[in-house]
């Protein structure tokens, strides 16, 4: 069951849209089955020409706001669609009104036994859905309390789901990203554009963040991406960054100007505070030497496919490595933060083979990684050990162009990758169903199903040729060789500071583990 919030100002015109034909013919024996009186007493009759008459009850409902002791609220119409799913049973309307009144309770709008709450209707016109219609002023002169009321429609909405044997919904904890709303949609058909600009921009966003190890690279990365940035200063402190919003070049309004989107309209976790988070690294993790980073940028750099297939390798060793913590290491805190983790290597994999269904899975999988309510994860040496080596990739891999099919290893390589990725997903997937998360489960099982199917394919990798134009490189200008520097002994051998790690790529007997010396 799910419910939608709308303001507005205008009761009759929403009256005369729930008690009209619908835009489609849709609407059939329009009535009310709950109020804050008896359905029939609000009921509206018939005008004179046999329409019908919303005057009275449009008085009754709106007279709280003149008896007001503040000033009413801008948009003091509530309204709220309310619909079931379309597997589940035809309801009747004594249920709906129960449902009805379960939501009002819930927001706080009409407690049950208040009678100085708000007044409100629900008009049943489908057999799916109902609408409330409330305006927002208590009959005592108070203003209701409107603070995260689409959350306490969702809990409502949970409750009446157990109620009746319903369809059950995810929850509303933030974990899900933002969806373009129906205006980006409409003008992404229009304009034959293959993804909302919103979807896009998340993506380019978390790739870049994904890759970048400081604040500066990561807004370089937004620049080599092809996206607009418009920065925002702190008012006290005019010399700090607070925050950011991004935009594409053809997205624009009326004006021809661009369409902004701040971080945290694209994901809870992309603001940049979060972001700064994310990039802060616990002592003792293994961390790349930001300095020779940005002297060697992805534009700068060319890998051979013999370098490029050692980078996949490492990598993989450290995700069969991050696979094992995740299923034998019990610290929660340790859990998510390589879940989050996990989200930064997909989306990087994604980018560095050009591959568009990794691209979609690695969109699918960020509900996975993020925690409720748009909390951050600690950082731990695990989860840094992980980013660490997806910003290896990237800079070993974004900005280049090598055809893959002359060089069976580098597919193997790639296709190993992917292979340790899709059982550290499932391991997450694990995590989230212990946690009763369904909706995260869901969408990590769903993501590691993808990527089994991508690696039994060849992974496929952007074709133009390169190496025709390729320059010579100097050995130790190579993100293979700054990866070997920063990790002196392999990833799947490095033993963390509080748990022990096994000293192969697969699961180590609780004997080797035991017998394991911290560093």
């Given at each position: 069951m799910i419910g939608k919030v709308t303001r507005g100002q205008n009761l009759a015109r929403l009256l005369s849209y729930l008690y009209g034909p619908g835009s489609r013919n849709e609407?059939?024996?329009?009535?009310?089955?709950?109020?804050?009186?008896l359905p029939m007493a609000l009921e509206p009759g018939l005008d004179a020409r046999g329409d019908r008459d919303f005057r009275h009850l449009v008085g009754v409902l709106t007279s709280p706001l003149d008896t007001l002791r503040h000033t009413p609220l801008t948009l003091p119409v509530w309204q709220c669609s309310i619909r079931a799913a379309p597997a589940d049973r035809t309801l009747s309307d004594d249920e709906w009104a129960n449902i009805a009144e379960?939501?009002?309770?819930?927001?706080?709008?009409?407690?049950?036994?208040?009678?100085?709450?708000?007044?409100?209707?629900?008009?049943?016109?489908?057999?799916?859905?109902?609408?409330?219609?409330?305006?927002?002023?208590?009959?005592?002169g108070r203003n209701p309390n409107v603070h995260r009321d689409y959350f306490k429609v969702a809990d409502a909405c949970h409750i009446v789901e157990e109620r009746y044997g319903l369809t059950r919904t995810a929850p509303a904890d933030?974990?899900?990203?933002?969806?373009p709303t129906r205006a980006e949609t409409e003008l992404t058909d229009r304009k034959n554009w293959t993804q909302p600009p919103r979807t896009t921009l998340r993506r380019r966003v978390a790739t870049a963040a994904a890759g970048a190890g400081t604040e500066d690279d990561f807004f370089v990365a937004l620049k080599e991406a092809g996206v607009l940035i418009k920065t925002r200063r702190s008012v006290r402190a005019p010399g700090e960054l607070t925050g950011y919003a991004v935009a594409l070049p053809h997205h624009t309004n009326q004006d021809g100007q661009p369409v902004w989107f701040s971080g945290g309209k694209l994901a809870a976790n992309l603001t940049l505070p979060k972001l700064r988070h994310r990039w802060s690294a616990p002592p003792h993790a293994p961390s790349f030497d930001q300095r020779k980073l940005r002297r060697?940028?992805?534009?700068?750099?060319?890998?051979?496919?013999?370098e490029r297939s050692a980078a996949y390798q490492q990598a993989a060793r450290a995700t069969a490595t991050a696979n094992w913590q995740m299923r034998q290491i019990q610290d929660p805190v340790v859990r998510a933060d390589l879940?989050?983790?996990?989200?930064?290597?997909?989306?990087?994999?994604?980018?560095?083979?050009?591959?568009?269904?990794?691209?979609?899975?690695?969109?699918?999988?960020?509900?996975?990684?993020?925690?409720?309510?748009?909390?951050?994860?600690?950082?731990?040496?695990?989860?840094?050990?992980?980013?660490?080596?997806?910003?290896?990739?990237?800079?070993?891999?974004?900005?280049?162009?090598?055809?893959?099919?002359?060089?069976?290893?580098?597919?193997?390589?790639?296709s190993q990758l992917i292979v340790h990725i899709a059982a550290l997903v499932e391991a997450v997937a694990e995590l989230r169903q212990t946690q009763r998360r369904i909706a995260q489960a869901t969408a990590a099982r769903k993501a590691a199903e993808q990527l089994t199917r991508i690696s039994r394919t060849s992974p496929r990798l952007p074709s133009p040729s390169w190496l025709a134009t390729r320059t010579p490189h100097t050995p130790d200008h190579n993100a293979a060789r700054l990866a070997a520097a920063d990790f002196p002994?392999?990833?799947?051998?490095?033993?963390?500071?509080?748990?022990?790690?096994?000293?192969?790529?697969?699961?180590?007997?609780?004997?080797?583990?035991?017998?394991?010396t911290s560093r």
């Open positions: 609407h059939v024996d329009p009535h009310i089955v709950a109020g804050f009186r379960e939501v009002m309770h819930q927001t706080g709008f009409a407690l049950r036994g208040d009678d100085q709450a708000c007044r409100w209707i629900a008009v049943r016109h489908a057999d799916d859905h109902i609408h409330l219609a409330v305006v927002l002023a208590r009959e005592d933030r974990t899900a990203a933002p969806r060697y940028s992805p534009s700068g750099v060319e890998l051979t496919h013999q879940a989050a983790a996990t989200s930064d290597l997909l989306h990087v994999t994604a980018a560095i083979t050009g591959n568009q269904e990794l691209a979609y899975v690695a969109d699918f999988y960020d509900r996975a990684a993020r925690e409720p309510y748009g909390r951050q994860p600690r950082p731990t040496p695990y989860g840094s050990t992980l980013r660490t080596v997806a910003r290896a990739l990237a800079y070993s891999g974004i900005g280049t162009r090598l055809n893959h099919s002359h060089h069976p290893s580098l597919t193997h390589a790639l002994v392999p990833l799947n051998q490095q033993l963390p500071t509080t748990h022990q790690r096994p000293r192969s790529a697969t699961p180590a007997p609780a004997s080797t583990h035991r017998r394991g």
